[in-house]
């Protein structure tokens, strides 16, 4: 069958992973912040996320859509950053083909006993050293009596206050080394590349990859720090582009930098408000409205340097610190 | 592990296809319309689809949104109803698993040639005898200069006319035999019910089946005449609940007979207005923020008779013809 | 210059009082409710309304968009309904015109000192015996540090919370003989029929005057059961048709009953929810897009018996109960 | 009574003009163009304007919600820029107080047949030598067949394509001196002020007032080029803020520049976006939500050079060319 030279489904070669759908979906994150109170206010108040336990240093917080018991694990640090990104396998199978990949790419660390609701959990870094996680026993959350949902196929009832942040959507990390980190992405953890950004000089500046039927769950920019390790954005759904705009008012009036948008992104058209959370981590709040990738052959969309350089869908530039702000920060780099 | 006893997750025990993910997704559909030139006009005028093919009696329409060269296949009959319903499978060694399943099942007819850009195609019933396909090659579609989209990540322009069709979303069937065309979906297509309503007499009244992260695709409604092969309703996704409202606007001012809606559904969550096309069929154009079913293991949620008599989320009572008008129509019943 | 005879500005001659404007907006009302803490908690709570005195059996509230002191009074009684509306003048010359007019009327009652921000106050009843008050002098608000705005336009901050009610739309009272009310209102207090619903007997059955350039400020339904002087709804305004979704949610939530809506009303075309507070009062919430009467010799539209038949814009009869539920209850009419 | 010096309301001493409601709303605009085949493409296929007359090098055309004739007169010239806006009068009587007002300050032309469905029309000018129309006769639009609404409270049927221009919303002139030209606004055609940025030098450089209940009709900003007579944009309204997102892509897909936004004004608060029409003239869309000043003792709000500085209510600074492009162009200024 043909495919075609313009439209969708132009461009590269994809790497077709035959292990595409033995990791389910994100299932939590672990955050680092310098100002945990301030942090966990934010969480709590303003994206009305609710604690579930505490331990040491640590919060779990879920949103009130997750069907598991956690969505973050906020941890006081010295720094802030992301800690860990832990993935849910497709079933038992799935888990031990994933980690016997990981083996085999020498990247695991071994397996942990999980907790705080998780079952077995095997540890490993990407090629940049995040470290991530990878399981598949989970405990079903079950909502106490004040948080039951008026609707039983719901996980917890809608808090209606705040940003009402309803479920993880994608992380993207920064890497000192995208296609690198992306091979690994590809080739170990069965994702699929749906777009990606390819300078003038052949590298890629940054890449998009899909798990689920959403066009994008982890996402590789290019650190230009050279750092390894480092977050650029950990973003969270809402149902709607008004939900986006009603959460611009709310951190304008609580105190909350807005660094870029509401806009849509060219890059995957997606609806999209950036802000730092106290802890300085940078959060995407983002509505892809119906847009869904269900083609099982997908074909990676390129995007050049010059077509980057054009900006955000609607002509909006992007803004310079989406290239200088990471977390950890570097320093001299912002 | 776990699985609670309230809230999501509840009720009784899935049908765990292995074959789950072998379809990728419903690829397009044949509706029947005793009034062609008029439901051509509306599929054509009102919902901004584009047509690419004439065939005999059929013409052969897009939404802007398909990465496939049609999406409906709108034939002149003596009577309403849907045709076939074309499944794509997700990879060559999929589609022929699931041939193989329909086959040992006794449902397969046998191997056509698709055509219109469709490769091989493998044509079935489901039990209730409702006509269905699938194949897995097909044709990408490419643009043609005035249908150009802005960015190249986007099958087509943006028509930015009437109700602008993005995709399809899901069919809903009558079947005489909703568990047994249910356990059709589960074990020979690898569906998986997401929600069922059963009733007090222990049958299941309507299950709803999904192939992708979306929380349905393919759904049984009993048949209260008792008729074999009828169509409930196709549906339509939009970007937004505005999208549906605005829908409503359009489709009063042309004399588009309104059902029931916009309202929000308490199973499955969805936002959604009814309407039937000049034809007769009732078509559905739906919203589902971000709900999505991420998990690989969700169990059925299960409404009871009496949960259903409440009616819909916000508690507009279900519409009597919801219960009463499917297509083609039965004399008598309505 | 010609008026048309179809379309708007069609149907009968208005009662053009030339007092039009003398009478700015409604300021504030006072709702009466048997279950105070309950309502209370309603208002504060879901709505988001901020408490400013207490005073005796009452509680003043503002919505966050108020530029007066406060909105609502809400005070415990053995019933529900209405006990004020209290309307601003333009000016001192306006009151002063708008008093003699009254006491010209014959519906006088006097004058009293206004308090908890308002000024001096003429207290009146309208034909139906409805409460209301008359007043020019008020303290403009000044927002106390912890709900200073992030911006110097607006009264206060922006809530976060609930329905963020934002501020006070129309009230609409019940009443026996909707033409005399109706009269008054145009003869004596200067506002103008936009709409009105007249039967098939030549009664008026409902009647839509507007102050400003809203379509509608202060709305008369016929009682059915010939009470006079109660209460209908008390509408809030949204600034989107998706704050009207979202309320739907948080009122199932909240085990708040909805009676009807979310939908769009033919007559006013108002996108609309209703409710009732915990003391059994309804509430609506509703939003008119871009909708003003801009026109200064609008004529009112005439909704004929047949017209009404048809139910709502997109086709949902009109709830059963909109024509039986009224506040304060009239024993056996519910 | 007190006024806050914090918060709304506060500021400087507003031009209480005793005519204010004389000017009723801006009835029309005629609008110059240099491309005006593209631009009349422009309103009548993407803003779905309808034409209703030609006349020499122009063309009438309305939006669909207007109650008179037409909206807008476009016109072939040589150049951009605006002709005329023409102010409805609330009355006979008004009109001949705003005639005698002019007369009195110097700035009148003197009376024109209007035509086209406005009766006798007195022209004059404001102090930059903006041409100005005022009048009150004028003939109701009767809907031809092919448009008439389903709903008999709408001008016309709501044409579903495109953006779907609903109302005209405001004008905002660019002046030499908007102190001077405010003056005029506010002593002779009785606008009042509702914001106004003041430089750290004292001149006003832009100034929002009022005729309506909207928070601005006509707008006055500072012409960096010291010429007299100029544009800044032309507004419509729309009903919602997904009404401009969806506006954004439809500009973006028929090429159309988008200047800046969508994003929200702190000014005033307005969801905006702004373009430029083929003919170079820039047009915002904008909502407001349910913001209005009800209040008839409004205090001007005053911001600073700083203030202004921080650019729009969610961060985005404001582009550069809101300071530099206005129509006509002057040579060497963009």
Chains 1, 2, 3, 4 share one sequence.
Not at 261 to 277: D, M, N, S
């Amino acid at each position: 069958m043909d495919r075609p030279t313009h439209g969708i489904g132009s461009g590269t070669t994809d790497f077709l992973g035959s292990a595409f759908r033995d990791v389910a979906h994100i299932g939590h994150i672990e955050l680092l912040t310098p100002r945990f109170d301030q942090s966990l206010w934010f969480f709590s108040e303003i994206l009305a996320m609710r604690e579930v336990d505490r331990d040491g240093d640590s919060v779990y917080l879920r949103t009130w859509d997750d069907y598991e018991r956690f969505t973050l694990k906020l941890t006081a640090h010295e720094t802030s950053g992301i800690a860990t990104v832990a993935l849910r396998a497709s079933s038992e199978e799935a888990l031990q083909h994933r980690v016997a990949a990981i083996e085999t790419a020498g990247r695991g660390i071994g397996w942990t006993d999980g907790g705080h609701g998780i079952g077995p959990t095997y540890r490993f870094t990407d090629p940049d050293g995040h470290p991530m996680e990878i399981y598949y026993e989970t405990t079903w959350h079950v909502a106490p009596d004040e948080a039951l949902p008026a609707l039983k196929n719901q996980a917890e009832r809608f808090p209606g206050r705040g940003v009402n942040a309803r479920r993880l959507d994608h992380v993207n990390y920064l890497g000192a080394d995208v296609e690198k980190n992306g091979r690994f992405v590809a080739d170990v953890l069965g994702g699929r590349a749906t777009e990606l950004i390819r300078l003038d000089n052949g590298r890629i500046a940054a890449q998009w990859f899909h798990f689920t039927n959403k066009s994008y769950d982890l996402v590789y920019s290019e650190d230009w720090t050279g750092s390894t390790g480092r977050l650029h954005h950990v973003a969270f759904a809402t149902d709607t582009r008004e939900d986006i705009l009603k959460a611009a008012d709310i951190f304008l009036e609580n105190g909350i930098f807005i660094e870029s948008g509401p806009h849509k992104h060219a890059i995957q058209q997606t609806f999209f408000l950036y802000i730092y959370e106290p802890g300085g981590n940078r959060l995407e709040f983002c509505n892809a409205g119906a847009r869904l990738i269900l083609a099982p052959d997908w074909t990676t969309i390129e995007w050049t340097e010059a077509e980057r350089r054009k900006g955000q869908a609607w002509g909006m530039k992007t803004i310079e610190t989406f290239h200088t702000h990471g977390t950890p920060p570097v320093e001299g780099s912002e």
